[in-house]
């Protein structure tokens, strides 16, 4: 018998996307809490099952840097995506979502940095150690950085090779406060941002140390729910098939 499947909470609203989504196999290609608390809170449940892929594309080989994350969330939903279809050929997912969340150094508010000055943005992984942490901080002290979080939808369709794959990225700026080096050695001692893309969760104590965010903060904690529900709306009134396979 073919499970039964829903990923739509009572608490969704009502719209054509959303459903279009009942009744759905729909499965996050990822491993984070925080992009499936944040679904659920936008009503939204799907079921998790982390990408095995390596992640490990090579950063230079991009031209766009934007496109990093983009290729790194692609690479993950398609590979939970052929993996459920091969282990459950009579309950393939209808929708899989993947994500990649980085962040880059010193953005202009404009973010065209490399236009205007020649300088290639760099990507800032997570910190190695505290002395790591502490220089990432102290150089993103008083500046701006730009999260993107790369958002990758695969689903099944009739033609070659079986699903497509529609993608966007969001990107949001986060500009720091001038904080004293108390506060930032304060903030690497709690060790909240060893585990963090940039060195700081602005979810958490993190948030201390910025003055403000520019775009969606959904975004800086790792999903960009708005422009998730939107993608969506366009697949479901542009694309006939969606969802029908």
Same mark, same amino acid.
């Given at each position: 018998? @073919?499970?039964?499947?829903?990923?739509?909470?009572? @608490?969704?609203?009502? #719209?054509?996307?959303?459903?279009?989504? *009942?009744?759905?196999?729909?499965?996050?290609?990822?491993?984070? /809490?925080?992009?499936?608390?944040?679904?659920? @809170? &936008?009503?939204?449940?799907?079921?998790?099952?982390?990408? #095995?892929?390596?992640?490990?594309?090579?950063?230079?080989?991009?031209?766009?840097?934007?496109?990093? /994350?983009?290729?790194? *969330?692609?690479?993950? *939903?398609?590979?939970?995506?052929?993996? &459920?279809?091969?282990?459950?050929?009579?309950?393939? /997912?209808?929708?899989?979502?993947?994500?990649?969340?980085?962040?880059? #150094?010193?953005?202009?508010?404009? #973010?065209?940095?490399?236009?205007?000055?020649?300088?290639?943005?760099?990507?800032?992984?997570?910190?190695?150690?505290?002395?790591?942490?502490?220089?990432?901080?102290?150089? &993103?002290?008083?500046?701006?950085?730009?999260?993107?979080?790369?958002?990758?939808?695969?689903?099944?369709?009739?033609?070659? /090779?079986?699903?497509?794959?529609?993608?966007?990225?969001?990107?949001?700026?986060?500009?720091? %406060?001038?904080?004293?080096?108390?506060?930032?050695? *304060?903030?690497?001692?709690?060790?909240? %941002?060893?585990?963090?893309? %940039? %060195?700081?969760?602005?979810?958490?104590?993190?948030?201390?140390?910025?003055?403000?965010?520019?775009?969606?903060?959904?975004?800086?904690?790792?999903?960009?729910?708005?422009?998730?529900?939107?993608?969506?709306?366009?697949?479901?009134?542009?694309?006939?098939?969606?969802?029908?396979?």
């Amino acid at each position: 018998m @073919t499970p039964q499947h829903n990923a739509v909470l009572p @608490t969704a609203l009502k #719209t054509p996307a959303i459903q279009k989504l *009942a009744n759905k196999r729909v499965v996050l290609a990822s491993a984070s /809490p925080r992009r499936k608390e944040i679904l659920q @809170t &936008l009503g939204l449940a799907p079921e998790v099952v982390p990408s #095995t892929f390596a992640e490990n594309l090579p950063f230079s080989s991009f031209e766009d840097i934007h496109e990093y /994350p983009v290729s790194t *969330a692609t690479q993950k *939903a398609v590979e939970v995506y052929q993996r &459920l279809l091969t282990d459950a050929p009579d309950d393939p /997912p209808d929708l899989v979502i993947g994500a990649d969340t980085v962040v880059f #150094t010193h953005a202009l508010p404009s #973010t065209t940095i490399e236009m205007e000055t020649g300088v290639r943005q760099e990507l800032l992984e997570k910190p190695s150690s505290k002395q790591d942490n502490m220089r990432m901080l102290m150089d &993103l002290n008083g500046s701006v950085c730009e999260v993107v979080t790369g958002v990758s939808l695969v689903y099944p369709i009739l033609s070659a /090779p079986g699903y497509e794959i529609k993608s966007i990225d969001e990107r949001t700026l986060v500009f720091f %406060g001038d904080n004293p080096d108390h506060v930032l050695k *304060a903030y690497v001692d709690s060790e909240e %941002g060893l585990d963090r893309a %940039g %060195g700081f969760a602005a979810q958490g104590r993190g948030n201390l140390l910025i003055r403000k965010i520019d775009g969606d903060f959904y975004n800086v904690m790792g999903f960009p729910g708005a422009s998730f529900f939107k993608l969506l709306d366009i697949l479901v009134e542009e694309e006939e098939d969606f969802l029908a396979i």
